[in-house]
């Protein structure tokens, strides 16, 4: 019997990095997401095929049940098929019922967003296999990929949230987030593929280990970019972000590396480095990118749920 799952894509606006230490992070879950679609099989054998938003194959592999329960991790397989099997073997141990009971499946999941735009490739699979074997996405998250879950949260809900770690457990609050000035932003694709992984492991590496100040400043700068009635309020309190971010990371921001003409705020969105930054600009900017380089940007109303 067919079955099917949906989970939506990601952007975070404030709370990167600092997030996994229990700091506020607002997000916004996007328009573009991914489906994974469940058909009987056989032969013990889990036939999965993946979809670029293009209609592309990026991922095709049979896996047997063998290879998810005992996950057969080789060093000559590729990466992409030892993270596959690396999930299912951890969402097989949360719930060992469902994958032996059957003959097999055929899976195939489709992205509607390019896969190098970063907006949750990983997060919307793991949301889509938890909501398949009906387990915990944050558990299955937090098993095998990693990460604060906040990307978890917005593949399973349509409405901005302010999320958190407490004690280590998510917890997420719905908001209204509902700006007039939605016109004067644009997300703007770097074209560099940020590995979440990768800079959730060097923020580890380098960070002061007192962060408390830190994480009080970036709440209180949440819950203004939260309350902003106007544009000048908004961008204020995100530039502002910017700059604490900056000195926490000892890092230049995005606008200081690569914009420093803009006429207008740029935040960084998650990963600092790449993936889409946010333009806040009272002018249309899309001919100032365009004539950089930059061809993929995308206006709030046609990125955000």
């Known amino acids: 019997m067919k079955k099917e ?93 469902t994958i032996p009971k059957s003959e097999g499946f055929q899976i195939k999941t489709t992205l509607t967003f390019p896969r190098n735009w970063g907006l949750g490739t990983s997060s919307t699979l793991i949301n889509n296999i938890a ?44 908001v209204t987030f509902e700006p007039e ?24 590496n380098n960070k002061n280990e007192d962060l408390v100040e830190n994480i009080t400043k970036i709440d209180l700068l949440t819950q203004e970019v939260l309350n902003t009635k106007t544009l000048r309020e908004f961008a204020t309190a995100l530039e502002e972000h910017e700059a604490e971010m900056s000195n926490i990371l000892e890092m230049k921001t995005i606008k200081e590396s690569l914009f420093p003409d803009f006429d207008g705020i740029i935040k960084s969105l998650g990963a600092w480095g790449g993936d889409f930054v946010l333009a806040i600009a009272k002018e249309n900017p899309t001919d100032y990118f365009r004539e950089r380089g930059f061809k993929t940007i995308v206006s709030y109303k046609d990125m955000i749920l």
């Open 5 to 97: 799952f949906y989970s939506n894509g990601k952007l975070l606006i404030t709370g990167e990095y600092l997030v996994l230490d229990g700091a506020k992070a607002f997000a916004l879950p996007t328009k573009f997401g991914q489906n994974l679609i469940v058909e009987k099989g056989g032969n013990q054998e889990i036939k999965w095929t993946s979809f670029d938003s293009d209609g592309s194959i990026w991922l095709e592999e049979t896996l047997s049940f063998e290879d998810i329960f005992q996950k057969k991790i080789a060093d000559s397989s590729t990466s992409k098929r030892n993270t596959l099997i690396e999930i299912l073997h951890q969402g097989h141990l949360l719930n060992p019922d």
């Open 131 to 174: 909501q398949w074997l009906k387990i915990d996405a944050f558990v299955l998250l937090n098993n095998s990929f990693g990460g604060s879950g906040y990307d978890i949260a917005c593949a399973q809900n349509n409405n901005p949230i302010l999320y958190h770690l407490e004690n280590g457990n998510p917890v997420v609050e719905k």
């Open 181 to 204: 000035f939605a016109k004067n932003l644009h997300f703007v694709y770097l074209d560099k593929k940020q590995s979440s992984k990768a800079a959730i492991a060097s923020y580890y």
